[in-house]
C-alpha cells in the first residue's frame, strides 16, 4: 500500500523550526508571562485564605446552590483535603493549586468558546468552519496536546494550563452554540415584532433562554479540565495530579489514592455547584 511517501513528521518539524517558533516565538513569551503571572498570584490567594474560611465559602456555595446533601459531602471532602496525612506534602494547598490551574483554563475556555459559539450559531459558514477544529481538539488523544505545549511554552504550569484549555474547550462552543439555536422560532420572531435588534435579541432572549444548555457546556469544561490534572502533571502541572503522578511512578498506592480522592471531592464539588447554578438561573423553569 505504500505507493508514495508522505513525510508529514518532517514537514511538521521544518514548519515548527523554520517559522512558528521564529515567528511567533515572541508572541508565546508574551502569553506565557501573562499565564504565569495570574496564575502565580491566584494560587497564591488561594493558599493565603485560611483553610477554615475556605471551607465554610465552598460549603455555604454549595448549599445555596446545590442543597444540603451536596453541602454535607463537600465538607467532609474539605475536611479530608485539609487533614489527610501525607508526608512532605500539603494536600490542601496541593488542592488549591489544582484549582487555580483548573479555574483558569475554564476561564480561558469561557472567554474563548463562548464568543465562538454564539458566532457559530448565527452564522453558518462559522459553523461549517469551527466545527471540524472541535472534532480534532475533541478527538486528538491528550498525551498530544503536550507535545507542542512543552515546545512553545516550556515546563511548569502555563503548558499544562494551555493544554488543559485546548483539551476542555469544545464542550462550551458546542453547547453554547446548541443552546442559542434551540430557542423557539416563535420567540424570536416575537423578539423581532417588538423592535428588537440583534443585539438586544442575543443578550435579553437568546443568552437567557440558552443559558441551562450554555452551564452544562461549562460544567463539562471543567470536568474535563479536571481530568487533564493527572496528565498535565507530566510536564510540570503542581497540584493533586501531582501526587497521582509521584504514586505512580514509585508504586505508591497510598500516595495515588490521597490524591486521586483529593481529586475526586473537587471534581464533584465543583461540578454540582455548577449544575446547581444552572438549575437556579433557569428562565424556564416553571
Not at 88 to 104: P, R
Request: net charge positive; hydrophobic share 55%; charged share 10%.
Amino acid at each position: 500500500m505504500n505507493y508514495f511517501n508522505f513525510p508529514l513528521d518532517r514537514w511538521t518539524n521544518t514548519f515548527v523550526d523554520e517559522w512558528l517558533i521564529p515567528v511567533l516565538g515572541p508572541f508565546f513569551d508574551v502569553i506565557s508571562k501573562w499565564i504565569a503571572f495570574f496564575v502565580g498570584h491566584f494560587t497564591s490567594f488561594l493558599i493565603w485564605i485560611p483553610a477554615e474560611l475556605m471551607t465554610v465559602v465552598l460549603v455555604g456555595l454549595a448549599w445555596y446552590l446545590a442543597g444540603r446533601g451536596v453541602a454535607i459531602f463537600s465538607l467532609i471532602g474539605l475536611i479530608y483535603l485539609g487533614n489527610v496525612e501525607l508526608s512532605g506534602i500539603n494536600v490542601w494547598n496541593a488542592g488549591m493549586q489544582t484549582l487555580a490551574v483548573v479555574l483558569t483554563a475554564t476561564l480561558c475556555s469561557i472567554i474563548i468558546g463562548l464568543p465562538l459559539g454564539i458566532m457559530s450559531a448565527k452564522s453558518e459558514a462559522v459553523n461549517r468552519v469551527v466545527r471540524p477544529i472541535l472534532d480534532f481538539m475533541q478527538t486528538l488523544p491528550s498525551f498530544v496536546y503536550l507535545i507542542p505545549a512543552v515546545l512553545l511554552f516550556g515546563i511548569g504550569v502555563v503548558p499544562a494550563v494551555i493544554a488543559t484549555f485546548v483539551f476542555a474547550t469544545p464542550p462550551a462552543v458546542r453547547l453554547t452554540n446548541l443552546g442559542i439555536r434551540q430557542v423557539p422560532t416563535e420567540v424570536i420572531e416575537a423578539s423581532r415584532a417588538f423592535g428588537s435588534t440583534s443585539w438586544q435579541m442575543l443578550r435579553k432572549v437568546q443568552l437567557p433562554m440558552a443559558l441551562p444548555t450554555i452551564m452544562a457546556g461549562i460544567n463539562q469544561t471543567i470536568m474535563l479540565a479536571l481530568s487533564m490534572a493527572v496528565i498535565a502533571s507530566m510536564i510540570g502541572a503542581p497540584g493533586l495530579g501531582s501526587i497521582v503522578n509521584a504514586g505512580i511512578s514509585s508504586v505508591n498506592v497510598g500516595m495515588g489514592l490521597v490524591g486521586g480522592l483529593g481529586i475526586v471531592v473537587l471534581a464533584i464539588l465543583l461540578d454540582r455547584i455548577t449544575e446547581g447554578l444552572g438549575k437556579k438561573y433557569n428562565p424556564n423553569k416553571s
